[in-house]
């Protein structure tokens, strides 16, 4: 049995890591049929960077380059990388930030999974936390359907399933898109990975392999380990979105989304390390309710990377 594969990788503003990331999958055991590659209109070289390195893979085809005109975020970025590597002949499609390097042996631990596993059709390694040294599933398990509560699954060193799975490495059977469509367009940034697990997860099971390994860098932080102003929007906005589209009992997921709005704006007002930002994450939570809830998605320019308080 063959295994045939092409890997999309989002970029933006990360050239040094994009030309790890690359590398990672041109050292793969098993080599892909083609690189998709989509700059979410990066200003520091990237795009000149790539072509420094790679000209001969852009010129011979192994490498498609695709430059967008704007950012339109890692949601954005993902659902165009997925349609143009639809476009070509191949068995799987795999999913990742310029954040993710995979081990050289990733792709053929991901066939070996198949081909053990013929009836599942979706595969995720684990992945490598070097501050922490350790392994963790990148997958998680849905708790509470109703809220979609998820906990981390943990690292018993062996293959598990998961509900909710990462786009960090998400290796997919192409054929599946015709039954679940192309990931979301219009979350910006978070949670798209997750809508797409629960869209692939009512067709097949979502397989997190041991032995497969990505080396993935942590979610960055600011002063006071809050998650960057932009961030937080689109993660709130975009999972309130989710438990309209979801949750088991829409009714109680529509309290839940208020009462987590309240508990947000609570501790933004209280913890101490939102000292001095506090209006701005509680103007953050209530316009990322107000939104999700009168559906404007896709981008906030209120909300972009590198956007001042």
């Known amino acids: 049995m063959s295994f045939s594969y092409i890997p999309v990788i989002v970029t933006f503003n990360r050239k040094d890591k994009l030309i790890t990331a690359i590398q990672s999958v041109l050292d793969q055991t098993i080599q892909p049929q083609k690189i998709v590659i989509v700059d979410n209109h990066s200003d520091d070289g990237t795009q000149d960077l790539v072509k420094k390195n790679y000209q001969d893979e852009i010129d011979n085809g192994l ?178 979105v989710l438990r309209k589209l979801y949750a088991k009992n829409k009714l109680l997921a529509r309290f839940y989304d208020f009462y987590f709005l309240i508990r947000q704006c609570i501790a933004a007002t209280l913890k101490p390390n939102y000292k001095k930002v506090r209006f701005h994450y509680i103007k953050a939570f209530i316009n990322a309710y107000v939104d999700a809830y009168k559906n404007r998605l896709g981008k906030n320019n209120n909300y972009m990377p590198g956007k001042e308080y």
């Open 63 to 240: 490498i498609d380059y695709h430059y967008l005109p704007e950012n339109i975020g890692g949601s954005g970025g993902f659902s165009k990388g997925v349609k143009y590597a639809n476009k070509y002949e191949t068995d799987y499609i795999a999913v990742s930030d310029d954040d993710a390097f995979y081990r050289k042996d990733y792709f053929e631990k991901i066939s070996d999974a198949a081909k053990e596993n013929p009836s599942v059709k979706a595969f995720q390694g684990f992945s490598y936390n070097s501050e922490q040294k350790e392994y963790f599933v990148e997958g998680r398990k849905i708790i509470n359907w109703n809220t979609l509560d998820s906990v981390a699954i943990p690292n018993e060193g062996k293959n598990v399933f998961a509900d909710l799975s990462t786009f960090v490495g998400l290796t997919f059977s192409k054929g599946l898109i015709n039954k679940v469509g192309y990931p979301v367009d219009n979350f910006f940034i978070w949670n798209d990975d997750a809508e797409y697990s629960l869209r692939l997860g009512k067709v097949t099971k979502i397989l997190q392999v041991k032995d497969a390994v990505v080396d993935h860098s942590q979610v960055q932080r600011v002063s006071g380990n809050l998650v960057p102003l932009w961030k937080t929007y689109y993660g709130f906005r975009n999972k309130i």
